[in-house]
């Protein structure tokens, strides 16, 4: 491991480009991630703080204001884009009981269960005794002809669902193998059970399909939910959505007499059905309290000197988890300082070098979201409600959770799309003498769990960076234990806090990439585009009209 003492001394570039200084890295990460900033969380003094410290660092960048524009006032733009959130926390106890023919059982938030707060405008959480059914992976997907529901009616029941697809534990299959698609995360079977009727959602909790462990599933359900402004919530929720350890899993499955294994490999062929575990219900009750609140991006930009209108976007998420549940050392504030602090001292420092550089001749925007934490609340509310027009912006390059160690040989996105933002990434990165390596997770979904998917599902050309495994000091062998200690240590926990010995010499040179892709893209009078057989391409596509 890199010592301290190299941060005075790190700096990173390549040809003519900029210098990206570590010890900035490292300050801002130590400020966003202090115990002042109360864990970063929406609607909270943590997010004031962090908003007025975000604006600040982009006026002393030199940036144009590229929020709202501001009442009255033509082309006025203020700081921010204001993100309406509806706030969901439940209120008092979390009262939870299994039935069974042998009596009841209590179960306890945190511990048992990981209970969310309802977002289907319900006051209040109060059913007894409702049946448990399980479905499966709850996967709907005419195109890979897929049903695991077969007309079996879901309401007033609660629906115990698998996480991941159907081919995560074989590699094979209708769903691309080990690479997890939408149909494998969480947020998707929230949605389909709601559309379905069902009472509530259960996902089993399974380390290695989640790719992550109980404790980060227990803290980042337990506190205060988050969700977009709808009119119709109940299609997106059902009245509970939770999660289950799995050896409690296993155990209801045997009261109600069935197995857990054997049920999970008939889950994983197209003749799964159904089935409702006899004689085991769950009663619960709750209160939820439910409020509307305005949360904040926080956007400012480099104004191009000859295709104003034109955007390239970099993004990072300056939200984290706020104040929850202690530790075992007792500790209640989520610092956050990997996830996302790294992402926004990145964008921070890419802002400087804009700023101090000659303007180029497209738009740059620099813009950190909210609300990432809480399903990507707030990259969706800008993709759906842009200040810049999505078929006029070239390309958009996120960052979230970046190494603060040193420099590695490879680099890596998060997922597995094809576009030519990626090749052209590939192609810089030769400067740097390093190289592209696939996600060596795609089965964790990474690709539908950053910034940069609501503007890709638009269309947009888009990808998330993440730092390379392959460290110069140390080799896969370091990269891939310093991933594993972070995920099951520190990822969303008030562990992930700023460490002195933190050289961040690594992102300092990867930032250098990043401004030269960005820069190249801003300077050119190209459009990149996703793969011909890519998801997106059509919708990408479907606009070309107003690129000319």
């Not at 006051?123 to 448990?132: M, S, W, Y």
């Not at 996120?398 to 040193?406: K, V």
């Not at 891939?480 to 240590?489: A, F, L, R």
């Not at 992930?496 to 990043?514: H, I, S, V």
Request: a neutral charge; proline letters at 5%.
């Amino acid at each position: 491991m890199f010592i301290c003492s190299l941060l005075a001394a790190a700096t990173a570039h390549a040809g003519n480009g900029p210098e990206f200084d570590a010890k900035h890295l490292s300050q801002d990460v130590k400020v966003l991630a202090s115990d002042e900033f109360e864990g970063r969380g929406p609607n909270t003094a943590g997010e004031n703080k962090t908003v007025a410290f975000l604006i600040e660092q982009f006026k002393a960048a030199g940036l144009q204001p590229a929020g709202d524009l501001l009442k009255g006032q033509k082309n006025v733009r203020s700081w921010t884009q204001d993100v309406p959130l509806g706030r969901f926390e439940i209120k008092g106890p979390v009262k939870l009981q299994l039935h069974d023919a042998k009596g009841n059982q209590e179960l306890k938030q945190g511990d048992d269960m990981a209970v969310r707060a309802a977002m289907n405008g319900s006051k209040k959480v109060d059913f007894r005794n409702a049946p448990l059914v399980f479905v499966g992976y709850g996967v709907n997907a005419p195109e890979r002809k897929w049903d695991d529901f077969k007309g079996f009616d879901l309401r007033g029941k609660l629906a115990v669902v698998l996480i991941n697809d159907p081919d995560f534990e074989t590699g094979t299959g209708d769903f691309g193998g080990k690479a997890m698609t939408y149909y494998g995360r969480w947020t998707y079977k929230y949605e389909e059970m709601a559309r379905r009727g069902a009472l509530g959602t259960i996902i089993v909790h399974e380390t290695a399909p989640a790719s992550y462990g109980w404790a980060t599933v227990k803290n980042s359900n337990t506190n205060v939910m988050y969700d977009i402004v709808r009119k119709q919530p109940a299609l997106a929720h059902a009245s509970m959505e939770a999660w289950i350890q799995r050896d409690l899993a296993v155990d209801l499955f045997k009261r109600g007499g069935q197995d857990f294994e054997a049920l999970k490999k008939q889950a994983q062929t197209r003749n799964f059905k159904p089935v409702q575990l006899q004689g085991v219900t769950l009663t619960a009750s709750y209160a939820v309290d439910a409020q509307t609140i305005v949360s904040k991006n926080v956007a400012g930009r480099v104004v191009g000197s000859a295709h104003p209108e034109q955007t390239v976007m970099y993004s990072a998420h300056w939200d984290h988890l706020g104040v929850g549940l202690p530790d075992a050392k007792g500790d209640k504030i989520y610092n956050g300082a990997v996830d996302n602090a790294t992402g926004i001292a990145a964008l921070l420092e890419l802002a400087r070098a804009y700023g101090k550089a000659p303007a180029p001749q497209r738009s740059v925007l620099f813009l950190a979201v909210t609300a990432e934490e809480k399903g990507l609340l707030g990259s969706e509310y800008y993709a759906a409600y842009p200040l810049y027009p999505l078929a006029e912006t070239v390309g958009a390059i996120n960052m979230d959770a970046l190494s603060p160690y040193g420099p590695a040989r490879n680099f890596t996105i998060s997922g597995s799309a094809k576009l030519d933002l990626l090749d052209q990434l590939i192609a810089k990165a030769k400067q740097y003498d390093m190289v592209y390596a696939p996600d060596p997770k795609p089965e964790a979904g990474h690709f539908f769990r950053s910034d940069h998917f609501p503007l890709a599902k638009r269309g947009v050309p888009a990808i998330s960076f993440g730092s390379g495994d392959d460290w110069i000091d140390g080799g896969l062998a370091a990269g891939h234990k310093s991933e594993e200690d972070y995920v099951v240590n520190n990822y969303h926990q008030p562990s992930d806090e700023w460490k002195a010995e933190w050289p961040f010499t690594g992102m300092a040179r990867d930032l250098g990439l990043l401004y030269g892709l960005g820069r190249d893209l801003a300077e050119s009078k190209d459009w990149p585009n996703w793969a011909q057989d890519a998801e997106f391409r059509i919708i990408r596509d479907a606009s070309a009209s107003k690129r000319r």
